[in-house]
């Protein structure tokens, strides 16, 4: 009988609780974009250094595990591979380059990645090949490159930098696709070390001497040692610091902020929204005061209002956020691929979880009303 009471009411009363429902639904959008644009954000930050294939990042020594400004020469590179317990080492740099590509020269930014092939830091390729040579002009491309532009396997793409004071411009092969790799918020592609060091952004009289990189990739014998063998490295070869990926990444410059930021947005928007609803049901409460009162006088219990009342919030509430969490995704499968914005179904669900909470959350103060509801009172018989 409660529930059948209110499901009646919601019926006879479609426009109003239909508002409500609306209001419920853009809160859910909102909460749903705000994680997407987190993941999203996050994710072009760190997920190049997350998907690393190996367990440890080597930064230099003082460098406040920033990846811009550690230098790991040749000479402290070959102390870390003689370390025991290291299976394999490679040198990764990074830097940023404009992508020129097609016959009418569209431009994309995009990091700059030098690998050594087959060593840790080269990505895996699932179509094409690996890169073949340490001096080869090939280049390997994420899947963040190929969703943006019109390049396919074997086309010739231009990498535009800047060396001293002159515009450059080499001219690379495309051999390999590899997965999303993004660094710094931008495609990743990947070129043999040697050759970064020919392509890379660099100033006047830059890049003579010693090979260096920013990081070196460690993967070690024993995955599950790589405290033991942080400490190890660190102690053996001199000024450089050892971490291990999510160190790595949360070192990204206002990575730890800008996802503080977000996560707070979100917080506040679950707040709102109790806040919302709870004005909303306790005006719908207000108005339908001699209606309660009725039911009592006839002999209606407080459990029969109370339900019928939850049961009408959490309906209400529940047809909202799956009518927001339905637009939501389908505004993310119309996003632009440059967009930001990653829908994952693990924080998907726990923010429709959290969402169908807040509905009965903020409606309980309607319930208490309801509950202190006086029959005689509520149809003006009391004197």
Do not use: C
Request: hydrophobic fraction near 45%.
């Amino acid at each position: 009988m409660p529930i059948y009471l209110a499901l009646k009411e919601i019926w006879h009363n479609k426009g109003r609780f239909l508002l409500i429902s609306l209001i419920v639904a853009l809160i859910t959008t909102l909460v749903l974009f705000i994680a997407a644009l987190a993941e999203g954000l996050g994710n072009g930050n760190r997920e190049y250094i997350q998907k690393l294939n190996g367990e440890l990042v080597v930064f230099q020594e003082n460098v406040d595990i920033s990846i811009s400004a550690s230098r790991i020469g040749r000479t402290t590179f070959a102390g870390i591979r003689r370390v025991p317990g290291v299976a394999a080492a490679g040198q990764v740099g990074f830097a940023s380059a404009e992508m020129l590509y097609g016959p009418d020269e569209k431009s994309l930014d995009v990091s700059l990645i030098g690998v050594e092939p087959g060593a840790p830091g080269a990505p895996p390729v699932f179509e094409g090949s690996d890169l073949s040579r340490s001096r080869s002009e090939e280049v390997v491309v994420d899947q963040n490159v190929i969703a943006r532009t019109s390049i396919r396997i074997g086309d010739k793409i231009t990498l535009r930098v800047v060396q001293g004071t002159r515009e450059e411009r080499y001219s690379l092969t495309v051999v390999g696709v590899t997965d999303g790799r993004q660094y710094f918020i931008r495609p990743g592609i990947f070129v043999p070390y040697l050759t970064y060091e020919k392509v890379r952004p660099q100033g006047e009289n830059e890049g003579r001497g010693e090979l260096v990189s920013n990081i070196a990739v460690v993967k070690l014998e024993d995955p599950n040692d790589w405290r033991a063998m942080a400490e190890r490295i660190e102690q053996t070869v001199a000024r450089v610091e050892v971490v291990d990926r999510k160190t790595a990444y949360e070192a990204t410059p206002g990575y730890t902020a800008q996802q503080s930021t977000l996560d707070t947005q979100r917080y506040f928007t679950f707040f709102i929204g109790i806040l919302v609803i709870g004005g909303f049901f306790q005006i719908q409460t207000l108005q339908k005061v001699a209606q309660i009162g009725m039911l009592k006088a006839i002999g209606a219990s407080n459990t029969t209002v109370a339900v019928s009342a939850l049961a009408q919030i959490v309906t209400v509430n529940a047809f909202g956020v799956l009518l927001g969490a339905a637009g939501s995704l389908a505004l993310g499968l119309a996003l632009p691929p440059d967009l930001p914005a990653i829908f994952v179904g693990e924080a998907v669900l726990a923010a429709v979880g959290s969402l169908l909470l807040i509905g009965p959350l903020g409606g309980l103060v309607s319930v208490w009303l309801l509950l202190r509801v006086e029959p005689l009172i509520a149809l003006g018989l009391a004197q």
